[in-house]
């Protein structure tokens, strides 16, 4: 679920940094306890002019190279976790990039 408040666009100088957030919901409908790996990914840049950022991650371990976020997590009976994902990517204000 992408997370509104924390979604922005700033023109800072000649680039341009968007930055966007993400909730992820996790729920152990079991009567017993389990065990998840939950993975998700960043975009990853290969060009120099484009930066990708890391902000928030809740924990997950971020595989720069692969843009690979993981979280290993254990959840009791009942119980929902809820992991956020943010990043930033700056970029020269006269250039357009498309990502989701």
């Not at 966007?20 to 009567?31: A, D, E, G």
């Amino acid at each position: 679920e992408k997370r509104q408040d924390f979604t922005s666009r700033k023109v800072i100088g000649s680039n341009k940094t968007e930055t966007y957030s993400f909730l992820i919901t996790v729920r152990n409908n079991k009567p017993t306890p389990v065990k998840i790996a939950v993975n998700d990914q960043i975009p990853v840049s290969s060009n120099s002019g484009i930066e990708v950022e890391a902000v928030e991650l809740t924990g997950g371990k971020y595989n720069a190279i692969t843009g690979e976020v993981k979280w290993d997590i254990g959840i009791k009976p009942g119980e929902t976790k809820q992991l956020i994902m943010t990043y930033s990517v700056k970029y020269p204000k006269d250039r357009t990039i498309i990502f989701e």
